[in-house]
């Protein structure tokens, strides 16, 4: 997870962020299945707030239960390793210092997570 300034440089201050990008790399693996998929980031501030995009309201199906997600993104996953990047743009409030979050999902499993901290 990284804080873009809007001349899209890594921002490390809270008051430069204007938009977030989650990097990641969907692995090889022979036995997923195989076609597109949907990739979802899940970004919250200090205080456990969903941040979304200002154009992009999302929400998926995972375990049973529907989540709030951040922003989304479509990939054609043929099992080789793919790179990644999904931006949350337009987050519309100012942003604090401290320890933002995020956890990326695909429908079928948690991939991971990461925290961001802003100064």
Not at 4 to 32: C, P, Q
Not at 39 to 56: H, I, S
Not at 81 to 105: A, F, H, M, P
Request: aromatic share 8%.
């Amino acid at each position: 997870l990284q804080g873009l300034g809007k001349d899209g440089k890594v921002a490390k201050y809270a008051r430069n962020v204007y938009s977030f990008l989650t990097s990641l790399s969907l692995i090889e693996n022979d036995l997923a299945t195989k076609g597109p998929m949907m990739v979802y980031v899940v970004v919250k501030d200090v205080d456990g707030n969903l941040l979304v995009n200002a154009d992009q309201a999302v929400s998926f199906t995972f375990e049973g239960a529907e989540i709030a997600a951040s922003a989304a993104r479509e990939v054609d996953y043929e099992g080789a390793e793919i790179d990644l990047g999904i931006y949350l743009n337009n987050i519309g409030k100012k942003l604090v210092k401290g320890v933002y979050s995020v956890e990326v999902y695909s429908e079928q499993s948690k991939l991971g997570a990461a925290e961001l901290m802003l100064r």
